[in-house]
C-alpha cells in the first residue's frame, strides 16, 4: 500500500455521460473535479456506432467521438482526468466528513464530496455468435437501436417487463419482432403481457433459446432452439436485441450506500443525494427506468449542482461556528 493521500474537493468516479456532465459542471462552479474513468473510458457509448438522438448532433455522432468531445470539454474547464478504477470506499456518515477512496488498491483519497457515475452493464447471453456481432446487429437497448430496423424484421430476447416493454417499442416500428422466451411463461407484469400479446406483429416463442446469431459482419438471421424438443428452427432477421437486464456497477458500495434490491443506488426525492452527506449519484447508476445518454448527462449536471450546494452549506455552517 502507498503512503500518499490526496486531498481534492470532487472526485467523480466513472467516465460516461453522466460524469462528464459532472465534470464540466464541478469545475465550472471551482470544485476542482478529479475523475477516474474506469475500465471503460467512456462508458457505454464507447460501444455504439451510432448516436442519434442525443441532442445538438442533427447528423447523428458515433459513441466514441462524442465521448472523446465530451472529455475535451470538461478538460476545458480543469478537470483532471485519470485512468483508474476506484476499488474500495469509506464514505463518512457526518455533514462535512471526509470520504477516503482507493485508486487501484493502492492510492488514496480523501474527497470532499464524491458523485458516482459508475453505470450499469447490460447483460448479454455470452455466446461466441452474440458478442462477434455486438454493434453489427445485436444491441442491448431497443430505445437506442430500434430505429436503425425500421420496417425490418427483429427478434428480441427477454421476459421481463424491460423485455415486453422494448418488444412493443420495436414492434411500432419493424414489420415484425421475434420474441423469445426461456421459459413457458413470462415473468412481465399481466398488463405488458396484455400489451405484447395485443400486438399482432409479435411472435412469442416459448421455451425458446438462442442457439446462434448468423451472419459474418452483421446479423443476418438467428438460429432458435427449442429448450423442451430441441429443435433448432432458422429465421431471417437484420437485428437482434437482448433485454435479459442490467447489472449496476456497485459492488464496491456496497454496505455503504442505501440500494434497492437489484443494486442501483436509492437517491433522495428529485435529487442525487445518496444517504451519505456529501456523495451524490447520476447517471444509469442510480436510473433503473430511462437509462439514455441525455437522462444520464442531465443527473450529472443535478449531481454537480448538489454538491456544489452542499460544499457551500458546510462553508456557511463552519463560518457560522468560527
Ligand atoms: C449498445 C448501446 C447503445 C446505446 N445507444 C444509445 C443511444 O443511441 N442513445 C442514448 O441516449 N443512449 C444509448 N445507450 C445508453 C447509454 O449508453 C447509457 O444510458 C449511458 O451511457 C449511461 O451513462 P452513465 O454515465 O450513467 O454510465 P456509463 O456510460 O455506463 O459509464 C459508466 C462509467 O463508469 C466507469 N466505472 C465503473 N466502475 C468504476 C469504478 N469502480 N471506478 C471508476 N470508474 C468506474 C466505467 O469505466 C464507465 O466509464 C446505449 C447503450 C448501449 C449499451
Redesign the pocket.
Known sequence: MSEQVERIKTLI???????YTAAIYAARADLKPVM??????????T??T?????PGYPEGID?PTMMVQLQQQAERFGTEVRI????AVDFSDEPGGIHKITVDDSKQIEAETVII??????KYLNIPSEQRL??GGV???AV??GFFYKGQEVAIVGAGDTAAEEASYLANICKKVTMLVRKDYMRASKAMQHRVNSLDNIDIRYNTEVDEVLGEQVVEGLRMVNNETGEKEDIVITGLFIAIGHKP?TD?FKGQLDMDETGYVITEGKSTKTNKPGVFA????QDKEY??????AGT?CMAALDAERYLASIESKEAVVS
Do not use: K, W
Not at 447520476?282 to 447508476?285: I, L, N, Y
Not at 437509462?291 to 444520464?296: D, L
Open positions: 468516479i466513472g467516465s460516461g455521460p453522466a460524469g477516474y474513468t474506469g475500465m471503460e473510458p467512456g462508458g457505454q457509448l460501444t455504439t451510432e448516436v442519434d438522438n442525443f459513441g483508474g478504477m476506484v476499488t457515475s459508475t453505470g450499469a452493464s447490460a455486438r454493434g444491441s442491448a437497448c437506442c437501436d456497477n464496491i447520476s447517471g444509469d447508476v437509462r439514455q445518454a441525455v437522462t444520464a450529472g
